[in-house]
């Protein structure tokens, strides 16, 4: 179970927001891309800090989704209770959720239910090693924390899954085997992992199946409404890097907003702006700077 009030470090921290996420110029090996970098010299270099930026660009209206017919998918959910062991320090608002940073997971929360609140939201970046993956778990632990919401939390970085070893489990049917059975018979029961204390469920990839190369994509759309009919308040997809497929494309078709993730003096703008044109700015919900 999360720590009690009395057992949590720390009281709570002030957050650091900006209205937009600033860019500046540093040096760099590159000379055409300038770093995303720390605007709040005041923060120390370990702070983690999230900034959640104004949307690229005024979201366009949510479209009316072609949801398969028949009842609301069955789901079966196996129980997973977090190890008393330590945890991965990606789980940020259980480890410590009076900190700084869990503070601004939560305000991350706020500033996304005010675009729109997006039933299915896939969490992404330019490239690999920005953050995504600990942006959309604890984006998924914010909007479930104390039962507020229905949360999915969903795996789709086939090449490279994480979930399973940052929750310590082995999902009984890989996420991916689901889309590939789901996309022929769409009425077939659903396998999810169950996190009670954490008021969560994830439908995860076994990281010791064989990696496939492609993501296929309306297996994915099928599985999106399908899903969306199971009482899901939101659905977080935690997805690949943009830049280097077109698999977050074919996600967005099927998701109602994009949300960038981007890492202080590592993510560059010249990035940010490709990811942006190969998604569509009407996509793009906001985009996230990780600090430290």
Request: net charge neutral; hydrophobic share 40%; charged share 20%.
């Amino acid at each position: 179970m999360p720590p009690s009030a009395g057992e949590r470090r720390g009281a709570p921290l002030p957050l650091v927001t900006q209205p937009m996420i600033p860019i500046s110029d540093s040096d760099s090996s590159d000379p055409g891309a300038t770093r995303v970098d720390n605007p709040i010299q005041a923060l120390k270099p370990e702070t983690s800090t999230i900034l959640f930026g104004k949307p690229t660009a005024m979201m366009a209206p949510q479209a009316k989704h072609l949801v398969p017919g028949g009842p609301a998918p069955e789901i079966g959910l196996t129980q997973h209770h977090l190890p008393d062991e330590t945890l991965d320090s990606r789980l940020a608002l259980v480890i410590d959720p009076d900190s700084e940073r869990s503070a601004a997971f939560r305000v991350l929360r706020h500033h996304l239910l005010e675009v729109g609140r997006p039933q299915c939201v896939v969490v992404s970046s330019p490239r690999s090693g920005d953050g995504k993956t600990t942006t959309a778990i604890n984006l998924a632990l914010s909007l479930a924390e104390c039962g507020r919401a229905k949360v999915l939390l969903v795996e789709t970085h086939v090449r490279r899954p994480q979930l399973a070893s940052i929750f310590k489990f082995v999902p009984p049917w890989c996420f991916a085997e689901q889309l590939a059975a789901h996309r022929h018979q769409p009425m077939l029961p659903w396998s999810l992992i169950e996190i009670p204390q954490l008021w969560l469920h994830v439908a995860a990839i076994n990281p010791r199946i064989e990696k496939t190369q492609l993501l296929d994509g309306p297996a994915f759309a099928i599985a999106i409404e399908r899903l969306r009919l199971g009482g899901y308040d939101h659905i977080v997809v935690d997805a690949p890097p943009v830049l280097g497929s077109a698999d977050v494309n074919l996600m967005a078709d099927a998701a109602d907003a994009v949300v960038l993730t981007l890492r202080a003096r590592r993510s560059t703008t010249r990035d940010l702006r490709r990811a942006i044109d190969q998604i569509g700015a009407s996509k793009i919900a906001g985009t996230v700077l990780l600090q430290g």
